[in-house]
Nanobody, 120 residues
Framework: QVQLVESGGDLVQPGGSLRLSCAAS????????MGWYRQAPGKQRELVAT???????NYADSVKGRFTISRDNAKNTVYLQMNSLKPEDTAVYYC??????????????WGQGTQVTVSS
Protein backbone atom coordinates (compact mmCIF):
# COMPACT_ATOMS: atom_id res chain seq x y z
CA GLN A 1 0.00 0.00 0.00
CA VAL A 2 0.97 3.58 -0.63
CA GLN A 3 -0.13 6.57 1.41
CA LEU A 4 0.11 10.10 0.05
CA VAL A 5 -0.11 13.32 2.02
CA GLU A 6 -0.29 16.65 0.20
CA SER A 7 0.47 20.06 1.63
CA GLY A 8 0.99 23.62 0.47
CA GLY A 9 -2.44 24.62 -0.79
CA ASP A 10 -3.53 28.13 0.08
CA LEU A 11 -5.31 31.29 -1.01
CA VAL A 12 -3.07 33.39 -3.26
CA GLN A 13 -3.54 36.48 -5.41
CA PRO A 14 -3.35 36.30 -9.20
CA GLY A 15 0.27 36.37 -10.31
CA GLY A 16 1.42 34.78 -7.09
CA SER A 17 3.24 31.52 -6.44
CA LEU A 18 2.71 28.38 -4.40
CA ARG A 19 4.65 25.18 -3.89
CA LEU A 20 2.77 21.96 -3.32
CA SER A 21 4.41 18.94 -1.72
CA CYS A 22 3.34 15.32 -1.59
CA ALA A 23 5.04 12.84 0.69
CA ALA A 24 4.62 9.17 -0.10
CA SER A 25 4.98 6.37 2.41
CA UNK A 26 4.47 2.64 2.38
CA UNK A 27 5.54 0.35 -0.45
CA UNK A 28 6.91 3.08 -2.69
CA UNK A 29 9.68 2.60 -5.20
CA UNK A 30 11.67 5.07 -7.24
CA UNK A 31 10.47 3.52 -10.50
CA UNK A 32 6.90 4.71 -9.86
CA UNK A 33 5.64 7.65 -11.87
CA MET A 34 4.37 10.57 -9.81
CA GLY A 35 2.14 13.44 -10.73
CA TRP A 36 -0.40 16.10 -9.94
CA TYR A 37 -3.99 16.34 -11.06
CA ARG A 38 -6.62 18.93 -10.25
CA GLN A 39 -10.37 19.20 -10.11
CA ALA A 40 -12.27 22.44 -10.22
CA PRO A 41 -15.92 22.68 -9.09
CA GLY A 42 -18.24 21.16 -11.66
CA LYS A 43 -15.37 19.86 -13.78
CA GLN A 44 -13.64 16.55 -14.27
CA ARG A 45 -10.28 15.79 -12.74
CA GLU A 46 -7.51 16.73 -15.16
CA LEU A 47 -3.81 16.08 -15.45
CA VAL A 48 -1.53 18.93 -14.44
CA ALA A 49 1.93 17.38 -14.63
CA THR A 50 3.70 14.05 -14.32
CA UNK A 51 7.28 12.99 -13.73
CA UNK A 52 8.72 9.60 -14.49
CA UNK A 53 11.33 7.66 -12.60
CA UNK A 54 14.02 8.97 -14.97
CA UNK A 55 12.91 12.55 -14.43
CA UNK A 56 11.04 12.94 -17.69
CA UNK A 57 8.16 15.39 -17.35
CA ASN A 58 4.83 16.03 -18.99
CA TYR A 59 2.63 19.11 -18.54
CA ALA A 60 -0.85 20.17 -19.47
CA ASP A 61 -0.75 22.93 -22.07
CA SER A 62 -2.51 25.28 -19.68
CA VAL A 63 0.36 25.21 -17.18
CA LYS A 64 3.41 24.93 -19.43
CA GLY A 65 5.95 27.60 -18.65
CA ARG A 66 4.32 28.41 -15.30
CA PHE A 67 4.42 25.16 -13.31
CA THR A 68 7.39 22.90 -12.60
CA ILE A 69 7.17 19.36 -11.26
CA SER A 70 10.10 17.73 -9.49
CA ARG A 71 10.74 14.76 -7.25
CA ASP A 72 13.14 13.74 -4.51
CA ASN A 73 13.40 9.95 -4.56
CA ALA A 74 15.37 9.87 -1.32
CA LYS A 75 12.44 11.52 0.42
CA ASN A 76 9.70 9.87 -1.67
CA THR A 77 8.33 13.34 -2.29
CA VAL A 78 7.01 15.09 -5.38
CA TYR A 79 6.68 18.85 -5.67
CA LEU A 80 4.75 21.24 -7.84
CA GLN A 81 6.08 24.79 -8.10
CA MET A 82 3.31 27.01 -9.39
CA ASN A 83 4.14 30.50 -10.62
CA SER A 84 2.10 33.23 -12.32
CA LEU A 85 -1.06 31.74 -10.89
CA LYS A 86 -4.38 32.56 -12.52
CA PRO A 87 -7.93 32.40 -11.19
CA GLU A 88 -8.56 29.45 -13.52
CA ASP A 89 -5.91 27.49 -11.59
CA THR A 90 -8.32 27.37 -8.65
CA ALA A 91 -9.01 23.72 -7.85
CA VAL A 92 -8.34 20.87 -5.48
CA TYR A 93 -4.95 19.47 -6.38
CA TYR A 94 -4.38 15.74 -6.00
CA CYS A 95 -1.10 13.89 -5.81
CA UNK A 96 -0.86 10.67 -7.80
CA UNK A 97 1.55 7.75 -7.78
CA UNK A 98 1.26 5.19 -10.54
CA UNK A 99 2.63 1.69 -10.30
CA UNK A 100 2.91 0.15 -13.74
CA UNK A 101 2.18 -3.57 -13.50
CA UNK A 102 2.30 -4.37 -17.22
CA UNK A 103 2.25 -2.18 -20.30
CA UNK A 104 -1.56 -2.21 -20.11
CA UNK A 105 -2.23 -2.44 -16.39
CA UNK A 106 -1.40 0.08 -13.69
CA UNK A 107 -2.44 0.88 -10.13
CA UNK A 108 -3.08 4.48 -9.11
CA UNK A 109 -2.74 5.83 -5.60
CA TRP A 110 -4.25 9.20 -4.67
CA GLY A 111 -3.81 11.72 -1.92
CA GLN A 112 -6.66 13.46 -0.15
CA GLY A 113 -6.22 16.69 -2.08
CA THR A 114 -5.17 20.21 -1.18
CA GLN A 115 -7.15 23.34 -2.05
CA VAL A 116 -5.57 26.05 -4.18
CA THR A 117 -7.57 29.25 -4.56
CA VAL A 118 -6.38 32.09 -6.75
CA SER A 119 -8.36 35.23 -6.08
CA SER A 120 -7.89 38.90 -5.36
Amino acid sequence: QVQLVESGGDLVQPGGSLRLSCAASGSIYSDYAMGWYRQAPGKQRELVATIGSSGSTNYADSVKGRFTISRDNAKNTVYLQMNSLKPEDTAVYYCNVRRQITSAVSIDYWGQGTQVTVSS
